[in-house]
């Protein structure tokens, strides 16, 4: 259903837009998470999340779960390899960015699109509002969540972790709206050019297993 919300606005955007938004793929629109009041539970449900220190080891339903898995990496590393270039890295990251997007229930590309737009998949970017690393995780986060370690949010694993936590957060707290959920994510709720370029940056990301494969599932 969250696919699907996002991929209707997509359709949405005029193609003058879409193709500027897909054209400013290398300059970051950077993020600016507001300090809001939240439900005890969420704070809770965040916490345990962030704090879970598991290495990011996925586990298939079976070995055609596996495949499509090998099919996606494969086919966003050669997609990622001119903005980083070195495989290890490459390796590393997509491994933690499916890791973790699927983990909160995020579709990977969205994820991968949201930092192409967000910082430009630079990982010690840092905004003028003092958001960090890939997905632009404002430092607040660390003290209302996390062991008030700003500096962790340049690991490339707690980053994402924080990032795709918050965005799943804010997809909840907007009752499935993945629009104004963006909006949010980025401190312009309710402004469509962030939401828009997020969106539009996801086409690069969008991935079609071949047919017969099943759904991979990120260890809980």
């Known amino acids: 259903m969250a696919a699907q919300s996002i991929r209707r606005a997509c359709a949405r955007l ?17 993020g600016n998470q507001k300090e809001e009041a939240m439900a005890d539970s969420v704070r809770l449900a965040l916490e345990r999340a ?25 086919a966003m590393s050669a997609r990622l390899k001119r903005r980083l270039p070195d495989e290890q890295t490459r390796t590393e990251f997509l491994e933690s960015a499916w890791y973790e997007a699927t983990r909160a229930g995020l579709d ?24 960090r690393g890939y997905m632009q995780v404002m430092p607040f986060w ?11 949010l340049f690991d490339m694993q707690t980053n994402l972790r924080y990032g795709c ?4 957060m804010y997809i909840d ?28 940056a996801w086409r690069n990301w969008e991935f079609k297993a071949q047919q017969g494969a099943t759904s991979a599932v990120a260890s809980r």
């Not at 290495?55 to 055609?64: I, N, S, W």
């Open 14 to 30: 005029g193609p003058a837009l879409l193709a500027a938004a897909l054209m400013s793929g290398g300059a970051a629109h950077a």
């Open 50 to 74: 962030i704090n879970d220190g598991r290495p990011p080891q996925p586990v298939f339903r079976d070995e055609t779960a596996r495949a499509r898995y090998r099919q996606w990496f494969d």
């Open 108 to 131: 990977p590309g969205l994820v991968l699109g949201l930092i192409q737009v967000e910082s430009a998949y630079r990982k010690y970017a840092v905004s003028v509002a003092g958001a």
């Open 142 to 152: 660390t003290r209302v969540i996390g062991d008030a370690n700003r500096r962790a």
């Open 165 to 168: 936590s918050i965005l799943r």
């Open 173 to 200: 707290m907007e009752g499935g709206n993945l629009y104004l959920a963006l909006g949010r994510y980025n401190g312009s709720r309710g402004k469509p050019d962030y939401p828009n370029a997020v969106l539009a």
